[in-house]
């Protein structure tokens, strides 16, 4: 819940500046100021239910296999081990 100000951008590794940024082009306003109405126990429960959630979730349906993931997973290779991606840090 903290802050985007011009001083907090600034203390950002270019890693989360870089996911700040996709954010923002992907939409960012519509979530903030939906999130800003909420109360403060309607914020922690929103961030709880965000730090419960799975990174991906593999399923099999009939003889086919699933990954299922929220927004895709950056620089996908299926040579990867998918153990190797982790969720962006929530600023």
Do not use: C
Request: overall charge negative; proline content about 2%; aromatic content about 10%.
């Amino acid at each position: 819940m903290k802050e985007i100000t011009d001083k907090s951008i600034e203390e950002l590794d270019e890693t989360m500046l870089d996911n700040l940024v996709t954010w923002q082009y992907n939409g960012s306003k519509s979530t903030v100021d939906e999130f800003r109405k909420l109360d403060t126990e309607g914020k922690m429960g929103v961030i709880d239910f965000i730090k419960e959630l799975l990174i991906y979730e593999e399923i099999s349906v009939g003889d086919k296999d699933y990954l299922l993931v929220h927004a895709g997973l950056g620089n996908y290779s299926p040579q990867k081990d998918i153990e190797y991606y982790s969720a962006p840090a929530v600023i």
